[in-house]
Protein backbone atom coordinates (compact mmCIF):
# COMPACT_ATOMS: atom_id res chain seq x y z
CA UNK A 1 0.00 0.00 0.00
CA UNK A 2 0.74 3.36 -0.37
CA UNK A 3 -0.23 4.84 2.44
CA UNK A 4 1.95 4.83 5.32
CA UNK A 5 -0.53 5.24 8.76
CA UNK A 6 1.50 5.82 12.01
CA UNK A 7 -1.39 6.71 14.68
CA UNK A 8 -2.80 2.69 15.00
CA UNK A 9 -1.66 -0.22 16.17
CA UNK A 10 -1.88 -4.03 14.77
CA UNK A 11 -2.24 -7.24 16.43
CA UNK A 12 0.09 -7.05 19.53
CA UNK A 13 0.73 -3.77 19.51
CA UNK A 14 2.73 -2.56 16.84
CA UNK A 15 2.55 1.11 15.76
CA UNK A 16 3.02 1.52 11.55
CA UNK A 17 6.15 2.57 10.13
CA UNK A 18 8.66 2.40 13.32
CA UNK A 19 8.63 5.63 13.08
CA UNK A 20 8.79 5.62 17.16
CA UNK A 21 12.45 4.43 16.96
CA UNK A 22 15.16 6.68 17.03
CA UNK A 23 17.94 6.69 14.66
CA UNK A 24 20.40 5.20 17.67
CA UNK A 25 18.01 1.72 17.55
CA UNK A 26 19.23 0.74 13.88
CA UNK A 27 21.99 -1.23 13.12
CA UNK A 28 23.78 -2.84 10.22
CA UNK A 29 22.36 -6.00 8.48
CA UNK A 30 24.51 -9.44 9.23
CA UNK A 31 25.55 -11.28 6.50
CA UNK A 32 22.63 -13.68 6.91
CA UNK A 33 20.05 -10.47 6.57
CA UNK A 34 21.98 -9.10 3.65
CA UNK A 35 21.41 -12.53 1.53
CA UNK A 36 17.88 -12.37 2.52
CA UNK A 37 17.47 -9.17 1.88
CA UNK A 38 18.55 -10.03 -1.48
CA UNK A 39 16.44 -12.83 -2.04
CA UNK A 40 13.42 -11.13 -0.37
CA UNK A 41 13.72 -8.61 -3.59
CA UNK A 42 13.93 -10.82 -6.14
CA UNK A 43 10.60 -12.67 -5.00
CA UNK A 44 9.03 -9.16 -4.37
CA UNK A 45 9.82 -8.46 -8.22
CA UNK A 46 8.95 -12.32 -9.45
CA UNK A 47 5.41 -11.05 -7.73
CA UNK A 48 4.86 -8.10 -10.62
CA UNK A 49 6.40 -9.97 -13.24
CA UNK A 50 4.01 -12.76 -13.08
CA UNK A 51 1.04 -10.76 -12.54
CA UNK A 52 0.21 -10.95 -9.05
CA UNK A 53 1.16 -7.29 -8.11
CA UNK A 54 0.47 -4.25 -9.59
CA UNK A 55 2.85 -1.36 -8.77
CA UNK A 56 3.39 -1.41 -4.94
CA UNK A 57 0.15 -3.27 -4.00
CA UNK A 58 1.44 -6.15 -1.98
CA UNK A 59 4.47 -6.71 0.63
CA UNK A 60 7.04 -9.25 1.31
CA UNK A 61 8.72 -10.33 4.14
CA UNK A 62 11.33 -12.84 5.66
CA UNK A 63 12.08 -14.26 9.54
CA UNK A 64 15.41 -14.16 10.00
CA UNK A 65 16.01 -14.91 14.04
CA UNK A 66 13.96 -12.38 15.96
CA UNK A 67 14.28 -10.09 12.65
CA UNK A 68 11.63 -9.60 10.22
CA UNK A 69 12.59 -8.08 6.87
CA UNK A 70 9.88 -6.19 5.05
CA UNK A 71 9.14 -4.45 2.15
CA UNK A 72 9.01 -0.60 2.58
CA UNK A 73 6.26 1.13 2.02
CA UNK A 74 5.49 3.23 -1.28
CA UNK A 75 8.39 1.75 -3.15
CA UNK A 76 7.77 0.05 -6.41
CA UNK A 77 9.28 -3.26 -6.94
CA UNK A 78 11.43 -2.37 -10.09
CA UNK A 79 13.08 0.41 -8.16
CA UNK A 80 13.30 -1.63 -4.86
CA UNK A 81 17.07 -2.63 -3.89
CA UNK A 82 18.33 -4.66 -1.25
CA UNK A 83 19.50 -1.75 0.86
CA UNK A 84 15.84 -0.51 0.80
CA UNK A 85 14.73 -3.02 2.50
CA UNK A 86 13.22 -2.60 6.19
CA UNK A 87 14.17 -4.95 9.59
CA UNK A 88 11.77 -4.59 12.81
CA UNK A 89 11.82 -6.70 15.88
CA UNK A 90 8.77 -8.74 16.49
CA UNK A 91 7.51 -5.55 18.39
CA UNK A 92 7.44 -3.40 15.41
CA UNK A 93 10.64 -1.40 16.56
CA UNK A 94 12.29 -0.66 13.29
CA UNK A 95 16.16 -1.77 14.06
CA UNK A 96 17.44 -1.80 10.32
CA UNK A 97 16.89 0.72 6.97
CA UNK A 98 15.70 4.04 6.76
CA UNK A 99 12.49 3.36 4.99
CA UNK A 100 9.20 3.28 6.70
CA UNK A 101 8.00 -0.41 6.44
CA UNK A 102 4.89 -1.53 4.44
CA UNK A 103 1.34 -0.42 6.11
CA UNK A 104 1.00 -4.32 6.34
CA UNK A 105 3.35 -4.91 8.57
CA UNK A 106 0.44 -6.27 11.32
CA UNK A 107 -0.14 -8.89 9.12
CA UNK A 108 2.93 -9.82 9.31
CA UNK A 109 3.81 -9.64 12.44
CA UNK A 110 0.72 -11.51 13.42
CA UNK A 111 1.90 -14.77 11.27
CA UNK A 112 5.39 -14.67 12.69
CA UNK A 113 4.31 -14.51 16.22
CA UNK A 114 1.12 -17.39 15.99
CA UNK A 115 3.15 -19.97 13.62
CA UNK A 116 6.68 -21.02 12.66
CA UNK A 117 6.54 -19.35 9.33
CA UNK A 118 9.67 -17.34 7.80
CA UNK A 119 8.03 -15.73 5.49
CA UNK A 120 5.12 -13.96 4.28
CA UNK A 121 3.73 -12.89 1.03
CA UNK A 122 0.42 -10.46 0.77
CA UNK A 123 -0.87 -9.97 -3.06
CA UNK A 124 -3.60 -8.11 -4.13
CA UNK A 125 -3.92 -10.73 -7.11
CA UNK A 126 -7.04 -9.91 -9.56
CA UNK A 127 -8.63 -13.70 -9.45
CA UNK A 128 -8.49 -13.98 -5.71
CA UNK A 129 -9.03 -10.74 -4.92
CA UNK A 130 -12.46 -11.39 -7.07
CA UNK A 131 -13.26 -15.13 -5.41
CA UNK A 132 -13.02 -12.90 -2.09
CA UNK A 133 -15.95 -11.11 -2.90
CA UNK A 134 -18.36 -13.75 -3.98
CA UNK A 135 -18.07 -16.54 -0.86
CA UNK A 136 -16.77 -17.30 2.42
CA UNK A 137 -14.66 -20.07 1.24
CA UNK A 138 -12.85 -21.24 -2.24
CA UNK A 139 -15.08 -24.06 -3.29
CA UNK A 140 -12.63 -26.83 -3.39
CA UNK A 141 -12.12 -26.92 -7.49
CA UNK A 142 -8.60 -28.70 -7.25
CA UNK A 143 -7.01 -30.77 -4.98
CA UNK A 144 -4.31 -28.42 -4.43
CA UNK A 145 -6.26 -26.82 -1.88
CA UNK A 146 -4.91 -29.51 0.61
CA UNK A 147 -0.70 -27.81 -0.12
CA UNK A 148 -2.50 -24.67 1.67
CA UNK A 149 -4.07 -26.98 4.26
CA UNK A 150 -7.54 -27.84 3.57
CA UNK A 151 -10.43 -25.50 1.87
CA UNK A 152 -9.20 -22.02 1.76
CA UNK A 153 -11.15 -19.25 4.04
CA UNK A 154 -11.91 -15.64 3.53
CA UNK A 155 -11.13 -13.21 6.34
CA UNK A 156 -14.13 -10.70 6.72
CA UNK A 157 -13.10 -7.08 5.15
CA UNK A 158 -11.21 -4.62 7.51
CA UNK A 159 -9.48 -1.67 6.72
CA UNK A 160 -5.98 -2.25 5.79
CA UNK A 161 -3.13 -1.82 8.34
CA UNK A 162 -5.19 -2.50 11.17
CA UNK A 163 -5.14 -4.90 14.18
CA UNK A 164 -8.62 -5.85 13.25
CA UNK A 165 -7.70 -7.23 9.55
CA UNK A 166 -4.60 -9.21 11.55
CA UNK A 167 -7.29 -10.20 14.05
CA UNK A 168 -9.39 -11.36 10.91
CA UNK A 169 -7.16 -13.26 8.73
CA UNK A 170 -5.64 -15.14 12.15
CA UNK A 171 -8.50 -16.69 12.14
CA UNK A 172 -8.76 -17.43 8.31
CA UNK A 173 -5.58 -18.74 8.45
CA UNK A 174 -6.13 -21.18 11.67
CA UNK A 175 -4.46 -24.67 10.63
CA UNK A 176 -4.25 -23.19 7.03
CA UNK A 177 -0.78 -21.78 5.48
CA UNK A 178 -2.80 -18.94 2.89
CA UNK A 179 -6.74 -17.31 3.19
CA UNK A 180 -8.17 -14.50 0.50
CA UNK A 181 -8.69 -11.30 2.79
CA UNK A 182 -12.29 -10.01 1.77
CA UNK A 183 -12.22 -7.51 -1.25
CA UNK A 184 -8.18 -7.37 -0.63
CA UNK A 185 -6.05 -10.21 -1.81
CA UNK A 186 -4.43 -12.53 -0.78
CA UNK A 187 -1.82 -13.58 1.89
CA UNK A 188 0.76 -16.89 2.10
CA UNK A 189 3.22 -17.73 4.46
CA UNK A 190 5.79 -20.71 4.54
CA UNK A 191 9.37 -22.19 5.87
CA UNK A 192 10.95 -20.20 3.13
CA UNK A 193 10.34 -17.08 0.94
CA UNK A 194 10.12 -19.76 -2.51
CA UNK A 195 7.24 -21.89 -0.56
CA UNK A 196 5.42 -18.72 0.77
CA UNK A 197 5.31 -17.53 -2.92
CA UNK A 198 4.61 -21.11 -4.44
CA UNK A 199 1.27 -20.98 -2.14
CA UNK A 200 0.24 -17.51 -3.39
CA UNK A 201 0.84 -18.53 -7.06
CA UNK A 202 -0.88 -21.60 -6.37
CA UNK A 203 -4.10 -20.21 -4.86
CA UNK A 204 -4.34 -17.27 -7.66
CA UNK A 205 -4.08 -20.40 -9.93
CA UNK A 206 -6.73 -21.90 -8.15
CA UNK A 207 -8.93 -19.19 -7.69
CA UNK A 208 -8.99 -18.44 -11.63
CA UNK A 209 -9.47 -22.16 -12.45
CA UNK A 210 -12.71 -21.79 -10.30
CA UNK A 211 -14.36 -18.53 -12.29
CA UNK A 212 -13.78 -20.00 -15.38
CA UNK A 213 -15.34 -22.91 -14.82
CA UNK A 214 -18.03 -21.70 -12.81
CA UNK A 215 -18.52 -18.94 -15.91
CA UNK A 216 -20.09 -21.69 -18.13
CA UNK A 217 -23.83 -20.96 -18.68
CA UNK A 218 -25.44 -23.59 -17.87
CA UNK A 219 -23.09 -25.77 -15.83
CA UNK A 220 -21.74 -25.76 -12.45
CA UNK A 221 -18.14 -27.21 -11.94
CA UNK A 222 -17.55 -30.48 -9.80
CA UNK A 223 -16.40 -30.29 -6.68
CA UNK A 224 -13.92 -32.18 -4.23
CA UNK A 225 -15.11 -33.92 -0.97
CA UNK A 226 -13.67 -33.57 2.04
CA UNK A 227 -12.26 -36.92 2.16
CA UNK A 228 -11.26 -36.51 -1.26
CA UNK A 229 -9.30 -33.85 -0.07
CA UNK A 230 -7.86 -35.36 3.08
CA UNK A 231 -6.60 -38.53 0.35
CA UNK A 232 -4.66 -35.80 -1.72
CA UNK A 233 -3.33 -33.95 1.45
CA UNK A 234 -1.93 -37.57 2.55
CA UNK A 235 -0.51 -37.81 -1.17
CA UNK A 236 1.39 -34.83 -0.71
CA UNK A 237 2.85 -35.77 2.00
CA UNK A 238 5.54 -38.02 0.17
CA UNK A 239 5.63 -35.43 -2.69
CA UNK A 240 8.77 -34.32 -4.26
CA UNK A 241 12.45 -34.98 -3.81
CA UNK A 242 13.80 -36.86 -0.63
CA UNK A 243 17.55 -35.58 -0.11
Request: hydrophobic share 35%; net charge negative.
Amino acid sequence: MTEQRDDERGAGGVRGGGQDVGESRRRGASAEEARACEELVTTARRTVSDGLVVGTSGNVSVRVGDTVLVTPSGVPYDRLEPDDVTGVDLDGRQVLGTLAPTSELPMHLAVYRTTGARAVVHTHAVHATAVSTLVSELPLIHYMAAALGGAVRVAPYATYGTGELAENMLRALADRSGCLLQNHGTITHGTSLDQAYDRTAQLEWMCRLWLTAASVPGLSPSLLSGEQLAEAQEQLRGYGQRR
